[in-house]
């Protein structure tokens, strides 16, 4: 039996900002509500950044607005905080006000065990640090969970951490430092413990992408309400994924995207060191170059 998710991500509720038409997010959530009541999912996903931040009171406002957008879909929803639900906000605001705890779980369903990886979205904004960081709790919690997996694992999260190239991405090609965490590389090692297939979803970068690193596929959603690859207009995208032997993803909106693989348990083989750096390449390097 194939499961069936709807997923959203970055809805930025707010002004319009840079690319985000955070001024029609409300009314492609109706839009959203009705998406989901036709494809009728087991589970709904919102993969965080409900709002485009200002100041805490706002802030508290229009996740309100976007919690009770919500309330119109029927299917189980499971929320995650994406880094604009938390500079102003703690964790515990975003929970009272959608009614969830939004720690890291597990669920298992028609076969698949989902693993809702809320790991800390934050961007600090320290003197002594700046970005995401990837706490050591939330690494072991991930690799604990790959290793107990007995069944077909989808990691789902905000931030991506496959640590693809952001080349042409309007965001994050000249900031790819905020695109993932700064530890990605331990993420995808504890993601390779598993001894089953692993697919991750992810929002953060607002775009639709595929990548396959260790033979673990790797999805991002574009934004409900992103424009750089829609000519101005609201990305609107909306999400099916149906997980079975094969795996389906449809987009729909203005920037529609399909992909269908079979998720493989296969790893690679482990990268070479610096060339130099690798006992025999090295020598014949120093050889070539005497």
């Known amino acids: 039996m194939s ?20 001024d029609t997010a409300i009314a492609l959530m109706e839009e959203f509500a009705r998406f989901t009541s036709e494809a009728r999912p087991d589970i709904v996903l919102d993969l965080g950044d409900r709002i485009s931040d ?10 309100k607005d976007v919690g009770e ?3 119109q879909v029927a299917a189980p929803i499971h929320h995650f905080n994406g880094n604009h639900d938390r500079d102003h906000l703690e964790v515990s605001d975003n929970e009272t006000i959608l009614g969830q705890p939004m720690k890291s779980m597990t669920l298992d ?31 072991l919690w991930l690799s604990r969970t790959a290793q107990a ?5 989808l990691v789902v999260s905000h931030v991506p951490v496959s640590g693809h190239a952001q080349t042409g991405n309007y965001y994050f090609e000249r900031n790819p430092s905020v695109s993932t ?14 001894r089953v297939p692993v697919v991750c979803l992810a929002g953060h970068v607002h775009w639709n992408t595929v990548t396959t690193v260790d033979g673990i596929t790797h999805l991002t959603q574009q934004s409900l309400t992103e424009s ?32 269908g ?15 130099s750096e690798h006992p025999e390449i090295g020598a014949r390097i120093r050889r070539a170059a005497s």
Not at 3 to 22: E, L, W
Not at 261 to 275: G, Y
Request: aromatic letters at 10%; proline letters at 7%; charged letters at 25%.
């Open 3 to 22: 499961v069936r998710i709807c997923v959203v991500a970055d809805i930025h509720h707010g002004k319009p900002s840079a690319t985000k038409r955070g």
């Open 54 to 63: 200002e100041n805490r009171e706002t802030d508290l406002a229009l996740q």
């Open 69 to 71: 957008a919500f309330r």
């Open 109 to 139: 369903l028609g076969g698949w065990r989902i693993a809702l990886w809320r790991a800390d979205a934050k961007i600090h904004r320290d003197a002594d640090r700046h970005g995401f960081v990837l706490r050591e709790e939330d690494l």
């Open 149 to 153: 997996a007995d069944r077909p694992l």
């Open 181 to 194: 965490y700064p530890m990605a590389e331990r993420a995808r090692a504890a993601l390779a413990q598993a």
């Open 228 to 259: 750089f690859t829609t000519q101005g207009e609201p990305a609107a995208a909306m999400g099916l994924l149906e997980l079975g032997e094969t795996v389906n993803w449809q987009v729909a909106g203005r920037d529609p995207f399909a992909f």
């Open 261 to 275: 693989f079979k998720p493989s348990a296969r790893r690679w083989t482990p990268p070479l060191p610096v060339f």
